[in-house]
């Protein structure tokens, strides 16, 4: 299986501010990356695929980059709403996987 | 407005099976492909199969002997059995839509926790 890491795992930022979080794949995933927002209580909602391509409706505030192994999210101008655990998944290869999630927290 | 809707038991007893149905609403479920995703505090998301109208399945290696997946293309549904239970089976499972091939999980399910015990 593609071990996808992410880094870090929690991290406190203001609103206003910009946050960066990586992920890492055990192996090369040829860019088929995704990034997902998760709130408490809710489902995982797409907010970029295919490492760069923002989801219909998504904020441009939101970023995706990277290639082969190792992919960044950023979020530029922090709102409260963006206050939320984030993770990447994998999908190039079966079975799918995830990173373990990143929890942005409001400092 | 396509909507994915899980259903079924809460609560399981260990070494009995789960099983568990996606409603699908908006869209007809020959359109496109379906997943299951699980999510409890030790494992995290974790993926456990997927399948499409033409029921080419794709399971998780952990799990694929205690799976099985099927699709009602008259109800519009698409169904999880997962058989010998234990307290690890314990999760939120969603039901999620991808869109073919090499495609990111682009709607979930609202999600439906299932306790697995005595």
């Known amino acids: 299986d593609v071990q996808m890491t992410q880094s870090p795992s929690t991290l406190s930022a203001f609103v206003g501010g910009r946050v960066i979080i990586t992920c890492r794949a055990s192996q090369n995933i040829n860019n088929y990356l995704a990034w997902y927002q998760q709130k408490p209580g809710k489902a995982p909602k797409l907010l970029i695929h295919?490492?760069?391509f923002l989801k219909s409706g998504v904020p441009s505030r939101f970023s995706g980059s990277g290639s082969g192994t190792e992919f960044t999210l950023a979020i530029s101008s922090l709102q409260p709403d963006d206050f939320a655990t984030y993770y990447c998944?994998?999908?190039?290869?079966?079975?799918?996987?995830f990173g373990g999630g990143t929890k942005v927290e409001m400092k | 407005q396509v909507q994915l809707q899980e259903s079924g038991p809460g609560l399981v007893r260990p070494s009995e099976t789960l099983s568990l149905t996606c409603s699908v609403s908006?869209?007809?479920?020959?359109?496109?492909?379906y997943n299951w995703v699980r999510q409890s505090a030790d494992k995290g998301l974790e993926w456990i199969g997927r399948i499409d109208s033409s029921e080419t399945i794709r399971y998780n290696p952990s799990l694929k002997s205690r799976i099985t997946l099927s699709l009602d293309m008259s109800k519009n549904q698409v169904s999880l059995s997962l058989n010998y239970v234990t307290a690890a089976d314990t999760a939120v499972y969603y039901c999620?839509?991808?869109?073919?091939?090499?495609?990111?999980?682009?709607?979930w399910g609202q999600g439906l926790l299932v306790t697995v015990s005595s």
């Open positions: 999620v839509r991808d869109w073919g091939s090499l495609a990111p999980l682009d709607i």
């Open positions: 998944q994998q999908y190039n290869i079966y079975p799918l996987t």
């Open positions: 295919k490492t760069s």
């Open positions: 908006g869209v007809s479920v020959q359109a496109f492909y």
